[in-house]
Each structure stands twice: as C-alpha cells, then as structure tokens.
C-alpha cells in the first residue's frame, strides 16, 4: 500500500484539491514532509528544489525564521478571538501602502472567499446581476465563476461542473483573454447591465499569459463609462510578479482587487478591496452580506504579516526578478539546442513554459492546442532529477527569494539531461 493508497481510503480521491492528485500528468504525488528555503523532503527522503511554493504563497521560501517566529509568538498570545486584534489593522494598513488602490478592504480565508464576496460586492453595489470572466482565467470555486464559455461569442455560459445551477450560469458571460473586439461586443450589447468584470491581469491559471496593454487599457475605459466595477483578481499576482502586483507593473487601476496566496505566507489568508465608495456597501456599514469565523485570524496575519514587511527590501523584487529570468531563459536555450520548442514567460518570481512553437502565448487556444504529452514526459523527468514542477501543464510556476544561482544551475543541469531524453 502506498501514502496516496491509504490516504485514498479515507480522503475523497486521496486528497484535499484536485491538483494534487497528479491527474494531469499520471503517477503517483509524492508526500512531503518538511520543506526549508527552496528545498522540499518527502516522506520517503528524497529531496525536492521546489518550483511549486504551496502554488505561489512562499514567497520567501519554506519556513523561513521571520515568518516561523512571528507565528509562533503569536500562537502563545492566543489562535483566534472572533473579535478585532490590532494585527489584523497592521495587516490592512500594509497592503494598502503596498497597494494604494486599495482603500479600504476585508480579510477572509481564501481567494475563493475573496473573489466570491466581490463579485457579490458588485452586484450588490450595482444593483445588477451580470458578470463577465474569461476563458482560461480561474477565481476559484464558487458557483458564479464556475462558468465557461457557450457555444459561439456573447453567447451566455454555462456550467463547468455540475451542481452550478444553470441559472447561474445565465448572469455569466464569459470571453477571450485579450480579445478587444469581443469585449466592445460585451460591452456594446450589455453595457450597463454588467455588474463587474473580473479578470487575472497576469494569468497564472492557463499556464501564464499576461493582458496586452492595450486589452486592459481599453477594458479600464469600458468599464468607467459603463460604471461597472472592474476586479482584478490578483490572488496569485499580488505581491508576487511586483511589490505592487500586476496593477503596478501594467499601470492600470480596478476598483476592486482580491489577494490570496502570498498575503497569508503560507497560512490561510485572502483578502478582497478597492474603492472606498464600494466597500462602505459591506455589512456592518452597508447592506451587502459578507462575513467569516476565522477571518483576519491572528495567527495568519502574523505570518503574512511577516512576509510583507520582507518584501520592502531593497532590490527584492530585482533579484527574484533576475533569477526568475535567468531561470526560464536558460531552459529556452536549452531547449532550443535540442531542437524542441518551448515558450517561456515570467514576471517577478512567477513563470511559465508551454512546449509550443506558437509564441508569444497570448491566447488561451494557444495553450490548449500545446502539446501536452511532451508536458508530462518532462515533468516525470524532472521529478526524477530531484526537481518539483506543477503537477499541470496549466499551472504557472514559482521562484522564492530562497532560491540562489545553485539551485538554478541544478535546475538547468537537469533540465539538459531531460530535453535530450525527450527527442
Ligand atoms: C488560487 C487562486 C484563486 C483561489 O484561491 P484559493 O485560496 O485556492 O481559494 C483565485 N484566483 C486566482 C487568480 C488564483 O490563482
């Protein structure tokens, strides 16, 4: 019997989110039990460099002394009050420095909380009821957003899992990423019925396809003029491809932000905000119901917390850029020289790679017709070279301020050693 065997008689599919399960790519996933800086170990011993960063909050490494420290401190003080403690106004007040658009903003635990109470937000705020998301982009699993593409542009969606009501599925249009001709439909035909779009403005959850400048431009002015609420879903952006996220970097403000992932340093944290005018219509000042048992929980914030305040560094994001290039650019060369081809792209400590010849990926069509076989051959060559990519040929990828030039080189070492068995 194996861990994932026995975990199998008792967790639902022998694991706690899909992913995991290693469906994409076949075998077995691996168990770990203890990770440090860019390092995982597994149960069995063997040692991982990890590319994964519990799918993008370590943004400082694995248990790095700072965050350890301040959660552990703070776990003496006490686990959860259900009521105000002043670290959970330290945090607020460190997200906005770090991000100005956000005035005002609510914790929660997750970044399907996050993205589903503002979607709810809007609506409320609006008074309207339709939504507009994009193919390929993920927000989590709440009912709205579990919603693709009908047959044919601006036709209405419908469900991607059952158990989303087909009513649902009526409020959601869902279009192109970077199609502007299809968004002046959108807007041309519905303009002020929308509520909100929301929007990953670096997708990570298609591989990693970034907005074109203009597409988000013209999708900033749409929305002021129609008075839609415009979310950007930077759960896995934020603070991750900039200290500022994607908004800093592309220079566009929503309304609306919603952060996960490295807002928590590794503990469950998310977070959604914007407009002051739009948050005072959340319970308790306004009519819009929203609320959590363990939100802005103590012991979260002390770790994301911590976390942030690294992120000021100087040359932080520089660096975690560098390595983060030299990364991905090193496995295009190498790719290159044995003949196979391979985009890559990257922002910040996030990256992407797809075995395609059509780059730049722009399109979410791009990434669906890659090859995909050539994705897994790739990733259990790496696994047995000591190197833990994304169980997924659609997920993106993550560098922490852990990693140094020798874990790249032995990243790089492998991944020659990988191509050349992949001709
Ligand atoms: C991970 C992710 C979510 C969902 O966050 P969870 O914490 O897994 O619920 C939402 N949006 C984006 C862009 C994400 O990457």
């Not at 945090?91 to 005002?104: F, Q, T, V």
């Not at 905000?273 to 005072?280: C, D, L, P, R, S």
């Not at 932080?316 to 290159?336: I, K, P, Q």
Request: proline share 5%.
């Amino acid at each position: 019997m194996s861990l994932f065997d026995d975990a199998r008689e008792v967790i639902a599919g022998g694991v706690n989110s899909p992913v995991r399960a290693f469906a994409g790519v076949g075998g077995e996933p691996v168990f770990f039990k203890r990770a440090r800086g860019a390092w995982l170990e597994a149960e069995d011993g063997r040692r991982y460099i990890d590319y994964v960063g519990s799918w993008g909050p370590m943004i400082l490494g694995h248990t790095h002394p700072a965050v350890v420290e301040a959660v552990t401190e703070t776990t003496r003080q006490g686990m959860s009050f259900g009521a105000p403690c002043v670290l959970e106004t330290r945090m607020a007040e460190k997200i906005r420095a770090l991000m100005p658009s956000i005035e005002r903003l609510r914790m929660v635990s997750s970044g399907t909380e996050a993205t589903m109470s503002a979607i709810r937000l809007a609506r409320g705020h609006t008074g309207r009821d339709t939504i507009i998301k994009f193919e390929g982009c993920y927000h989590g699993h709440s009912d709205s957003l579990l919603i693709k593409a009908g047959s044919g542009a601006l036709t209405l969606g419908v469900p991607s899992s059952p158990g989303v009501p087909a009513a649902l599925a009526e409020h959601t249009v869902t279009l192109d990423y970077n199609d502007t001709e299809a968004l002046d439909a959108a807007f041309e035909s519905l303009g002020e019925r929308i509520a909100c779009v929301i929007i990953e403005p670096i997708a990570g959850n298609m591989n990693m396809v970034p907005a074109e400048p203009g597409f988000l431009t013209r999708l900033r002015e749409l929305c002021s003029r129609a008075g839609t609420v415009l979310i950007f879903d930077e759960v896995m952006t934020g603070f991750r491809v900039a200290k500022g996220g994607a908004q800093s970097l592309l220079g566009i403000e929503p309304d609306l932000t919603t952060l996960g992932k490295v807002i928590g340093g590794g503990m469950p944290a998310a977070a959604f905000g914007g407009k002051q005018t739009i948050m005072t219509s959340i319970a308790p000042d306004g009519p819009v119901y929203q609320a959590g048992t363990l939100s802005g929980n103590p012991v979260a914030m002390a770790a994301g917390l911590a976390t942030l305040e690294h992120l000021d560094r100087p040359g932080f994001y520089e660096s975690l850029d560098r390595l983060t290039g030299e990364f991905v650019s090193g496995l295009a060369e190498l790719a290159e020289a044995a003949g196979i081809p391979l985009a890559v792209e990257h922002a910040g400590g996030m990256f992407g790679f797809v075995f395609t010849e059509d780059a730049p990926i722009r399109r979410f069509e791009q990434v669906a017709a890659a090859d995909v076989e050539r994705f897994r051959a790739f990733f259990h060559g790496m696994l047995d070279e000591g190197i833990y990519l994304a169980p997924s040929a659609y997920e993106a990828g993550f560098v922490s301020a852990a990693h140094g030039d020798d874990e790249i080189a032995k990243t790089l070492d492998a991944a020659k050693r990988v191509f050349a068995k992949l001709r």
